[in-house]
């Protein structure tokens, strides 16, 4: 036999081998997805490296291996293999989403920020449209996790055009809105759904607490109890009463008589001075207190008018500026009134 045949003969049994290898692979790859879909994921990462360990070169069992060492809690496996990928390619969207969480996990929020939008922007095999969207939303959530009102508000102006008739991402989009604090925003986008005919309970709920956020009660009572109508659970019923309480409560509605924005200005200062009298006592607060405590206990004169009430509304702001100076943001339910207020005051 020639030489010649001799090399044919390798060269075919080469093939054959890498031929069987990859099928071998491919079976492991399809059953590791099987079990992944599952919710298997650790056999499923077994599967996922035994098909990367025969065909290295196959980026699809490299990027699922890498997502089952996420899902199984190996990360410093996970962060070699996504490190490996990216070197090869930089622009891969998938990879990119990988790294962000990987980055988030570690509390690397700006760096976490980048990756994600390199994912926007990178390279999606499938459905690049749906992805980018899904990806700037889990982008959005995470910077709501954290409180980053101005981030997360540059983060849904592109989402809110994206998100084309997409009912879900829009409904999110509005209550994200909200924690933006942007509720004209959600106001608008809720309203939208509404119009087209989106009437269920959680678009109204979420339109009163765009409501509320504005400072219209009124119009919040009226959109949760259009929730109820809906079946709206009993979980609705404590943002019901807070629409209530602050129709009640409101100073700055135009309609109201002297004695009526009187009163309720008084109350509105009590709120704010127990407020700041449960958490400080001590220099500049015992001054205001001091001040506030000698205001309640006047006597109502004949003839209330705004200057009297506006007096009062003034003290209050001052109040809860010091309450936050001397103990931080509030967060206690029972203040959620007060902390609406002020805010609607301070627009």
Not at 20 to 28: C, F, H, N, P
Not at 93 to 121: C, P, V, W
């Amino acid at each position: 036999m020639t030489i010649g045949g001799l090399w044919s003969i390798d060269v075919f049994l080469a093939r054959l081998e890498s031929s069987e290898l990859m099928s071998q692979a491919r079976g492991y790859f399809k059953e590791g997805e099987r079990l992944m879909n599952g919710d298997r994921p650790t056999p499923a990462r077994d599967l996922f490296r035994k098909a990367y360990a025969l065909d290295r070169a196959n980026q699809a069992y490299a990027l699922h291996l890498a997502d089952a060492l996420v899902e199984t809690g190996k990360w410093d496996d996970a962060q070699r293999m996504v490190t490996e990928i990216l070197e090869r390619s930089p622009n891969d969207g998938e990879t990119n989403l990988i790294e962000a969480r990987l980055l988030t996990r570690e509390d690397k929020f700006t760096e976490s920020a980048a990756y994600y939008h390199r994912a926007i922007y990178g390279i999606w095999t499938a459905d690049p449209q749906i992805r980018k969207v899904a990806v700037r939303l889990e982008l959005a959530h995470m910077l709501a996790s954290r409180g980053s009102q101005k981030d997360l508000l540059a983060e849904l102006l592109p989402l809110e055009s994206d998100a084309g008739a997409d009912l879900p991402v829009r409904k999110q989009l509005a209550r994200l809105y909200v924690t933006a604090g942007s509720p004209s925003r959600a106001q608008a986008v809720y309203r939208a759904l509404i119009h087209e005919g989106n009437t269920d309970s959680e678009t109204y709920s979420g339109l009163g607490d765009a409501e509320l956020a504005l400072g219209d009660y009124r119009a919040a009572q009226i959109a949760f109890d259009e929730a109820s109508k809906h079946g709206a659970t009993a979980e609705l019923q404590p943002r019901v009463e807070l629409a209530t309480k602050m129709a009640a409560l409101d100073p700055t509605l135009r309609r109201l008589g002297s004695i009526e924005k009187f009163e309720r200005c008084v109350r509105v200062l009590q709120l704010a001075r127990d407020s700041l009298a449960a958490c400080a006592r001590g220099g500049n607060a015992a001054e205001l207190l001091s001040s506030t405590d000698k205001m309640l206990a006047q006597k109502k004169a004949r003839n209330v008018n705004n200057e009297l009430a506006e007096e009062r509304l003034s003290m209050a702001e001052r109040l809860w500026v010091a309450r936050i100076q001397a103990c931080g943001p509030s967060t206690l339910a029972e203040e959620e009134p007060l902390r609406l207020i002020m805010g609607k005051l301070t627009q």
